[in-house]
């Protein structure tokens, strides 16, 4: 049974800094596509940040390019997201999301609808 499993949400001041951390369980190691996504309500899911199982290649939406990181760590089952600089339009709940399929142009494959598999959810907040 997969699992994911964030953590490392919370509140902070605009301009600092937060990591994400997702801990996988439950699939085989392989060429699976990693992905984080944020949502806020009333809105659609939007991907964050995502990384190709096939080509460890990695997108990114415009408003966190530069300053987010998505890193794999397939040794300790783990991906985690540094999020720098953070702004109040960063505020959102955060989910990890996972899909068994290379996905060698990951940019096509950005959209939620894709990946199988999800985390709960961490809360970010960015406030003064």
């Known amino acids: 049974q997969v699992q994911l499993v964030e953590s490392g949400g919370g509140l902070v001041r605009p301009g600092n800094s937060l990591t994400l951390s997702c801990a996988t369980s439950g699939f085989r190691h392989g060429q699976y596509s990693i992905g984080w996504f944020r949502q806020v309500p009333g809105k659609e899911r939007e991907a964050v940040s995502c990384?190709?199982?096939?080509?460890?290649?990695?997108y990114y939406t415009a408003s966190v390019q530069g300053r987010f990181t998505i890193t794999r760590d397939d040794a300790k089952d783990t991906v985690i997201l540094p999020m720098n600089n953070l702004q109040p339009e960063d505020t959102a709940v955060y989910y990890c999301a996972e899909d068994p399929r290379a996905f060698d142009n990951i940019p096509k494959y950005r959209r939620s609808y894709y990946f199988q598999h999800w985390g709960q959810g961490t809360q970010v907040t960015v406030s003064s």
């Open positions: 990384s190709s199982g096939g080509t460890r290649d990695a």
